[in-house]
């Protein structure tokens, strides 16, 4: 029994000692106050003023001129008139045998083929770096578009020298075909013959 006391007391008295520790902890207990912070001022600084963008006018260029336009080795001829006065740069052309001979009209209706476009042979470069010259004699047709057609090689001094030019050359010509009864008729026979002279091309 005195042994059942001495716990109840001892428990009490633990008791009573932790209630008085909590007591002293609590009245003890100190509030920490945060000091409140001062007002910030925020200086905002001006920008300066942009400077007066200054417009200029854009400058027009003026277009450059257009290169003049190389001269075409063209020879056309007026069909309404009776003349023929032809000027050349390079090889002469003269017009050979019985059937090219230029002829007036012969009426209203009739009429023989007449060139009105002429282009002139191209000398070959191979024959101008020799100072080779010569001469092509060619045989050739008419249609009734006056187109030069069937083209043939009658003769050539020197041989096969000027053969391809002159053909090229002859190949490009217009006529006013032959017209019987006021209708264009097929013409065969023609000849003509191109000279390649190193005169011409100085």
Do not use: C, N, P
């Given at each position: 029994m005195a042994k059942l006391l001495s716990y109840i007391s001892l428990a009490v008295i633990i008791t009573f000692s932790l209630f008085a520790f909590m007591a002293y902890l609590i009245s003890n207990d100190s509030v920490n106050i945060t000091k409140p912070l001062t007002d910030v001022i925020v200086e905002v600084a001006q920008l300066p003023e942009d400077s007066k963008v200054?417009?200029?006018?854009k400058v027009k260029l003026e277009p450059p001129a257009p290169p003049e336009p190389m001269p075409r080795n063209v020879v056309t001829i007026d069909v309404a008139s009776g003349t023929h006065n032809l000027s050349y740069q390079s090889a002469p052309i003269s017009m050979t045998g019985g059937s090219t001979g230029f002829k007036q009209y012969q009426g209203m209706n009739n009429n023989e083929a007449r060139p009105i476009v002429r282009v002139n042979p191209k000398y070959p470069?191979?024959?101008?770096?020799?100072?080779?010259?010569?001469?092509?004699q060619l045989a050739f047709d008419i249609n009734e578009v006056g187109k030069v057609v069937n083209i043939s090689v009658i003769d050539a001094q020197p041989?096969?020298?000027?053969?391809?030019?002159?053909r090229h050359a002859l190949r490009k010509w217009k006529y006013q075909a032959k017209?019987?009864?006021?209708?264009?008729?097929?013409?065969?026979?023609?000849?003509?013959?191109?000279?390649?002279?190193?005169?011409?091309?100085?």
């Open positions: 200054i417009k200029t006018d470069i191979e024959a101008m770096r020799k100072g080779t010259e010569g001469w092509v041989k096969r020298i000027f053969d391809k030019a002159a017209s019987v009864d006021g209708a264009a008729v097929y013409q065969k026979g023609r000849t003509v013959q191109l000279d390649f002279s190193m005169d011409q091309q100085s």
